[in-house]
């Protein structure tokens, strides 16, 4: 016998460790459908529930015991240890005393007594109390340590026309769009010099990516031979219809990494049980079609609705598992999860785009769109359930100089003398092609933009956004009133040095005409539109009758044309 701290205990045969420490829990239990398999030598040791099948790498991984020790004695000494298929001990959870009456139980995190994390494989945990005449009563509990881990996640759509890909226009110092994989816009596994897809080299779990929050540029890495789009680790945005259900395609793991540095198995399925994949996030739980998962297969699952307005949310999903014998209707938890993180964008209608128009810039929305419009939205504390909603948050934004937005989109400013420019000049291509990707790189093209430049952009951003029936319209030549130009400091009757009008004017519209909008100026509407001050006049959605008479002096001749192509 070994005495320690006053108190006496059996030597043990098992090369059991003593160290110091005691967990009691008084939550009561029921024992899982397959969770016990336990024996014991005498009834002063009662087993209650335990994990079946557990893996220590999930987030609060590791498995549990519990049981009860008969009262008659006061105190018991308790040893817990794991032991391999073999029977070597790896672990040792607990040793202390413990008292009878309430409900014990311990957890253990999986990781052995030389600090590394248990590989996959058949344990079991034995548990040994030994009471004050030396009597010893032991319970084994079967354990199954399995490697769960996802490696890609594809949002895709449950109705036509609800999901789109969200596309990227910049690489390194060139214009080169990029939409995000429709194959997994989620994605973390190896990568060459890899050994296994859900353990770095070490042994470590792999790291889940963060959301991507760059709005112009993809993921790159930098190989041998270059700077590429990674195709191995990142977490793109993903954009629905507004108040669509968002569905989720999981594909699992199939390969790990040992304590001693070599690449193994998941050890999964287990023989007599089945497993799935469960969801929740702050809207609820995520349905799922309860397969049977094995390595390397999918699972598509269904969230809890969107935003019913455009917009964007951050959502974080937390993925556990769960286990039940064949043919049960009872799953049990395996401890831990698997927390992922999501940006979506919604849109209230699917992106329109120019006729004849192709290339990977027509994917999808814009992140950088996207982004802007919720930058707007918040700014002006709306709520973009109606396309109305829409026009004004975009017009207001574009033109910017108010509360928090000090300049226009991108610092623009207006082609006129008065701001350093050279006479209205169309700086980001015309009717046809708009460059809308050099204006959103910090205005590429210059800082200067005319009202072609302002129509063109804005029609486009509006019909990716979901604004259908976009058009430009053209005005004739007329005589202005007081106007406050995009950029400028404030209202003038005198935009040129010594004349005071347009040979034309492009500005948009959504309706053949009957209502405009005109990001490129304000109007007055101080009731006196011939004179200054001027009281800003923003043109959302306004009537043209009342637009063309606070703009000009005169009727204006007009016409419309077709939504230009982007690049």
């Known amino acids: 016998m070994k005495r320690r701290h006053g108190l006496v205990f059996a030597a043990c045969t098992s090369g059991f460790a003593l160290f110091a420490g005691m967990e009691v829990a008084t939550a009561q239990g029921v024992p899982p459908p397959g ?27 590791g498995a549990s015991v519990s049981y009860h020790l008969d009262p008659s004695y006061r105190k018991y000494a308790v040893t817990i240890t794991v032991l391999a298929a073999a029977g070597q001990v790896v672990a040792t959870p607990f040793v202390g005393r413990e008292v009878g009456k309430v409900r014990l139980e311990h957890f253990w995190d999986g990781k052995t007594t030389a600090g590394s994390y248990a590989n996959p494989g058949h344990y079991t945990i034995r548990v040994t109390a030994i009471n004050a005449k030396l009597e010893q009563s ?17 949002a895709a759509a449950t109705v036509a026309n609800n999901e789109w890909q969200t596309v990227y226009f910049r690489k390194l110092n060139q214009y080169k769009f990029y939409a995000t994989p429709a194959t997994g816009e989620w994605l973390s596994r190896d990568e060459t010099g890899d050994l296994a897809d859900l353990d770095l080299n070490d042994g470590s779990p792999r790291p889940r990516p963060a959301i991507w929050t760059r709005t112009d540029e993809p993921v790159l890495e930098t190989t041998v031979s270059g700077t590429i789009y990674d195709n191995d680790w990142y977490n ?48 609820g739980t995520w349905v799922g079609s309860n397969v049977n998962i094995t390595p390397g297969s999918t ?68 992140v950088e769109v996207l982004d802007y419009l919720c930058v707007w939205q918040k700014e002006f504390n709306l709520t973009l359930d ?36 050279d006479g209205g000049a169309t700086h980001y291509g ?10 959103l790189n910090n205005h590429a093209d210059g800082i200067y933009v005319n009202c072609t430049d302002c129509a063109t952009t804005t029609s486009v951003m509006l019909a990716m956004l979901g604004v259908p029936n976009m058009e430009l319209f053209h005005l004739g030549s007329m005589t202005l009133r007081a106007i406050w130009g995009i950029g ?66 005169a009727n204006i001749s007009t016409y419309t044309q077709k939504l230009p192509k982007v690049d």
């Open 386 to 421: 109606t396309q109305e909603k829409i026009v004004k948050a975009l017009v207001l934004g574009y033109f910017g100089q108010q509360g928090n937005l000090l300049t226009a989109i991108e610092d623009v400013h207006y082609d006129c003398p008065s701001e350093g420019g």
């Open 35 to 61: 969770g016990g398999g336990a024996s014991h030598s005498f009834n002063a040791l009662h087993p209650g529930d335990a994990t079946r099948i557990c893996d220590p790498k999930l987030d609060g991984g």
């Open 138 to 154: 032991t319970a084994d509990f079967e354990l199954d340590i399995v490697r769960l881990g996802v490696r890609q996640i594809t």
């Open 236 to 283: 793109y945005p993903v954009c629905y219809r507004a108040g669509a259900t968002p569905q989720f395609t999981l594909k699992f793991g199939t390969a790990m990494v040992r304590s001693d540095g070599t690449a193994g198995g998941v050890n999964y399925p287990v023989a007599g049980f089945d497993l799935r994949v469960v969801g929740r996030d702050q809207l």
């Open 488 to 553: 400028c400091d404030d209202y003038t009757l005198d935009l040129w040095g010594g004349s005071h009008g347009f040979s034309y004017h492009h500005i948009i519209t959504r309706d053949g005409g009957t209502n405009i909008s005109d990001a490129c100026l304000c109007v007055d509407e101080d009731g006196s539109p011939d004179a200054l001050p001027g009281t800003p006049g923003y043109n959302y959605d306004r009537d043209w009758n009342r637009y063309e008479a606070l703009l000009a002096k």
């Open 299 to 366: 699972d598509t699952l269904v969230g809890a609705p969107v935003n019913t307005n455009a917009g964007r949310v951050d959502r974080g999903v937390l993925w556990s598992f769960e286990y039940r014998p064949t043919g049960s209707a009872t799953w049990s938890a395996i401890p831990g999860n698997i927390d992922t993180q999501h940006r979506i964008y919604t849109i209230l209608d699917q992106p329109y785009w120019a006729t004849g128009g192709s290339g990977t810039q027509y994917s999808g929305p814009w």
């Open 430 to 439: 015309g009717t046809g092609t708009v460059h809308l990707s050099h204006l």
